[in-house]
């Protein structure tokens, strides 16, 4: 148990909607990443947050959106969504910012568009 | 950019077999290089990792050395289980990048009894 925590486990959806997925980090991390895994795509990088703020944007796109609440846990949000979305949705957390820049990832959350 | 180049899969192997898995990264800095492991219906689990040149990480069996001149991280065991068979990815995390990770592909590894 990594001690990073997502839910919901299990998503299904139909095109169009939007969800809402949540995070919460390890007890005193203040970095949260957002990571998607497809078939097409591997592992890719969406988004971090540290301490409340964003620090960096990788291949996430408009629709999508994120952010960390003051008692550090985020969400990840995802809107007119398209066939092509569904895909496993990992959270990971680190103390980036402290002596390592190793992150530790959450169980994931397995959306599916219909 | 950055980026990870791994060793294509599926990988077979029978138990007791020795394991490589090739693993080299383009980065602009100094990267740190982990390598995770994703056993079937779970997340990563952190397998390993190394922070500077020459560094070697290890566990549970599982060894790799942080080779800057051939920018290298192969991962290695001498003898492989049955419940190591999972998916293993190769990663890297540079500073300049904000410590984000960047994804090698994914090696599938089956280890038959």
């Known amino acids: 148990d990594s001690g990073v925590t997502q839910t919901p486990k299990h998503l299904i959806t139909a095109t169009g909607q939007r969800v809402t997925l949540r995070c919460s980090p390890r007890?005193?991390?203040?970095?949260v990443y957002w990571y998607q895994q497809s078939l097409d795509q591997g592992l890719q990088f969406l988004i971090q947050?540290?301490?409340?703020?964003?620090?960096a944007k990788g291949n996430i796109l408009e629709r999508f959106s994120a952010q960390q609440f003051p008692d550090l846990h985020s969400e990840l949000n995802l809107s007119s969504l398209e066939l092509g979305d569904s895909a496993l949705y990992f959270c990971a957390s680190s103390d980036a910012g402290g002596s390592t820049d190793t992150q530790y990832f959450g169980p994931g959350t397995r959306l599916t568009v219909l | 950019g950055d980026s990870v180049t791994q060793m294509e899969g599926p990988v077979t192997l029978s138990e007791e077999a020795f394991l490589t898995i090739n693993c080299t990264y383009t980065a602009t800095g100094y990267p740190s290089l982990f390598w995770y492991v994703q056993y079937p219906g779970e997340g990563l689990q952190l397998l390993l990792k190394?922070?500077?040149?020459?560094d070697k990480g290890s566990n549970k069996g599982f060894e790799a050395t942080y080779r800057k001149e051939t920018t290298s991280f192969h991962l290695e065991k001498g003898s492989v289980q049955v419940s190591d068979s999972a998916v293993y990815f190769c990663?890297?995390?540079?500073?300049?990048?904000?410590?984000?990770?960047?994804f090698g592909s994914g090696t599938q590894l089956t280890v038959l009894p």
């Open positions: 007890s005193g991390d203040l970095s």
């Open positions: 947050y540290y301490n409340g703020e964003e620090r």
């Open positions: 990663a890297l995390s540079d500073i300049g990048s904000a410590r984000q990770l960047t």
């Open positions: 190394a922070t500077k040149a020459d």
